[in-house]
Every structure is written in structure tokens, then in C-alpha cells.
């Protein structure tokens, strides 16, 4: 059974920086596509970045570049590293994977969900 736990939301203020971790286990992921998306209440989940879990290439929003980072953070988890936080990332983060090899941005692709973690940036 496939099981992801986000950790290292808060609350931060405008320009800090938090580091999200994404715990999996249940599986070898070594080709495995890894997602991070966020969500408000009352608006559609939204795709943050992508990469392969064996450290691949990865794809981030337009939102966030230059800003966010994902990548491996040792040998079993994904971090979302959050620089230059702003307002408008306020949201629910979530971790996904899907067992697949490729950048995926869609988030009806994932097969697997953590629980969320709340990131809050205060102005």
C-alpha cells in the first residue's frame, strides 16, 4: 500500500521560506512520477511541479519559478523547497505519485494522495 505524508507546512511571512517533505513508502519509486499541487477552498486543486522520483528532469507552474524547487530529499521522500513565499501561496499543499515515468501535470493522472499540509503567508 502506497502511503504519503507531507510534513514542514506553518505559517511564514511574505518573502520567508518554508521546506515541504513528502514521505512515501509501500513501494520501490524509482520511476515513479512525483507531484506537488495546492488547493484553497472553493477553487480546483492547482498544480505546483513535477519530477521523477529517481532525479529526473522536473516542471514547475509559471506561479512558482524562480521560487519553488522540486527534488529527492534522501531516500524516501520528495521536499518542495518554497523561497520568496508570497500571499497567493496560501493554500493546502499536497504530495501525489503516480507510477509512471514522465512530467505530469494533471492531477487526475496521480493515482496516490497525501494528506495536505497548510502553508499560510501572512503580508
Known amino acids: 500500500q502506497v502511503q504519503l505524508v507531507e510534513s514542514g507546512g506553518g505559517l511564514v511571512q511574505a518573502g520567508g521560506s518554508l521546506r515541504l517533505s513528502c514521505a512515501a513508502s509501500?513501494?520501490?519509486?524509482?520511476?515513479?512520477?512525483m507531484g506537488w499541487f495546492r488547493q484553497v477552498p472553493g477553487k480546483e486543486r492547482e498544480f505546483v511541479a513535477t519530477?521523477?522520483?529517481?532525479?529526473?528532469?522536473e516542471y514547475r507552474a509559471d506561479s512558482v519559478l524562480g521560487r519553488f524547487t522540486i527534488s529527492r530529499d534522501g531516500e524516501n521522500s520528495v521536499a518542495l523547497q518554497m523561497n520568496s513565499l508570497k500571499p497567493e501561496d496560501t493554500a493546502v499543499y499536497y504530495c501525489?505519485?503516480?507510477?509512471?515515468?514522465?512530467?505530469?501535470?494533471?492531477?487526475?493522472?496521480?493515482?496516490?494522495w497525501g494528506q495536505g499540509t497548510q502553508v499560510t503567508v501572512s503580508s
Open positions: 501525489a505519485a503516480a507510477e509512471a515515468a514522465s512530467l505530469i501535470r494533471e492531477s487526475d493522472t496521480y493515482s496516490y
Open positions: 519530477t521523477i522520483w529517481n532525479g529526473g528532469p
Open positions: 509501500g513501494r520501490t519509486f524509482a520511476t515513479w512520477t
